[in-house]
């Protein structure tokens, strides 16, 4: 079992940036593809970017290419999502999860974090 805690999630401005950390309580998480998704009041949770176990290979969703990056670092047990350019239409619970496939589709991923708000203001 892996326990996933987000972190870094704030009110900010538009065009501001916000870095996200998601770590786990307890066992390792660095064998595990992991994801970043977002959910909107009222919306879907949709994807927005993941990296493989090793970092080598990263998937971000057109909404936030060039814009958001994420990158991992093993030794530190965290992956991170460095958000820039925020626009008020990035508002939402952003969730960090972990699976065994670099995927979008959130069903593939096993574990989930409790998610970290993020508001961006015009």
């Known amino acids: 079992q892996v326990q996933l805690v987000e972190s870094g999630g704030g009110l900010v401005q538009a065009g501001d940036s916000l870095r996200l950390s998601c770590a786990p309580s307890?066992?390792?998480?660095?064998?595990?593809?992991t994801g970043w998704f977002r959910q909107a009041p009222g919306k879907e949770r949709e994807f927005v970017a993941a990296?493989?176990?090793?970092?080598?290979?990263?998937f971000l969703a057109d909404s936030v290419k060039g814009r958001f990056t994420i990158s991992r670092d093993n030794a530190k047990n965290t992956v991170y999502l460095q958000m820039s350019s925020l626009k008020p239409e990035d508002t939402a619970v952003y969730y960090c999860?972990?699976?065994?496939?670099?995927?979008?589709?959130?069903?593939?991923?096993?574990?989930w974090g409790q998610g970290t708000q993020v508001t961006v203001s015009s």
């Open positions: 307890g066992r390792t998480f660095s064998i595990y593809t």
């Open positions: 999860a972990a699976g065994r496939y670099l995927t979008g589709s959130y069903s593939a991923y096993e574990y």
């Open positions: 990296i493989s176990w090793r970092g080598g290979s990263t």
